[in-house]
């Protein structure tokens, strides 16, 4: 016999503290009385919140507010999760998760809350990956995930890296760098070299990256958008086909170029 659970409600809807409080208590009740909720772990979920974050970026690059603020509540959700499957377990609970992110800003922000002056952006960003060596690390590079995808984590070592001077001069140089990977991928090729080509591409893929980073680009998001390019307009030609009812397998090269050229085209009007 199933047994109604009343929502916690807060008195003032628009009270941040009584909100918060609410929805950590739905949560914890979901954890005792949801059959799939009470089942899962930390571990179980942890690949939900990568995909709930791409579902966020993707709303956030749709410009789809209504979209972002529900997809921000699925991250919430996991953080929250999170945290409580912690308290159960003893090993902490939200208000700790709470504490100490409140302790880090203001450490980390000492031009902020404390005495440090600064000239500007490059200032701040050197006094930050000091004050994490300071905490413990023996990298600067031990913060960057190695799960994250390989353009966005090239993206964030060489970042760091030029934070503490190690970078070109300018942009000049990122560019010419990419010149000559191609070169030396390009001798592998010739010499039938496949293992060392594959390494040589990897590098080429990096100096892209690097060069990407010169120009204020996120190379993960152009390649995502290029892939969603080439989604759009392949679909054109699959659409095109079915209306004259003919298989792509029986379209030549040809005939399919010329309708990637239509879509292209097309794009050009929107």
């Known amino acids: 016999m199933n047994v109604k659970i009343e929502v916690p409600k807060a008195v003032e809807p628009d009270d941040l503290e009584q909100q918060f409080t609410a ?30 974050t791409y579902e966020m970026i993707d709303a956030i690059d749709n410009h789809e507010d209504k979209e972002f603020c529900e997809e921000l509540g699925d991250v919430l959700l996991h953080v929250l999760m999170h945290g409580i499957m912690a308290e159960e377990k003893g090993a902490f609970g939200i208000i700790d998760i709470i504490k100490t992110l409140q302790k880090k800003l203001v450490y980390r922000h000492p031009h902020v809350f404390g005495d ?106 152009a390649l995502q958008h290029s892939n969603n390019k080439f989604i759009r307009r392949f679909r054109y030609i699959e659409e095109k086909a079915a209306e004259q009812k003919r298989l792509l397998s029986d379209m ?17 009007l929107i």
């Open 116 to 221: 440090v002056e600064v000239s500007g952006e490059k200032d701040v960003l050197r006094n930050w990956e000091n004050l994490k060596m300071n905490e413990g690390r023996e990298s600067i590079l031990e913060g960057v995930p190695p799960s994250l995808p390989a353009l966005l984590r090239a993206q964030r070592v060489q970042f760091k890296a030029a934070k503490v001077g190690f970078d070109w001069k300018d942009k000049n140089g990122a560019w010419a760098k990419i010149s000559e990977e191609l070169e030396e991928l390009k001798r592998e090729l010739d010499n039938n070299e496949h293992k060392r080509a594959q390494e040589e591409l990897g590098d080429v893929l990096f100096s892209i990256v690097n060069a990407s980073r010169f120009e204020d680009v996120v190379a993960e998001e």
């Open 252 to 268: 030549t090269l040809g005939e399919m170029d010329a309708l990637w050229d239509e879509a292209k085209e097309l794009e050009k």
């Open 23 to 52: 929805l950590v208590e739905i949560i914890k009740i979901l954890r005792r009385e949801c059959p799939w909720d009470k089942k899962q772990t930390n571990e179980s979920i942890a690949h939900l919140l990568i995909e709930e």
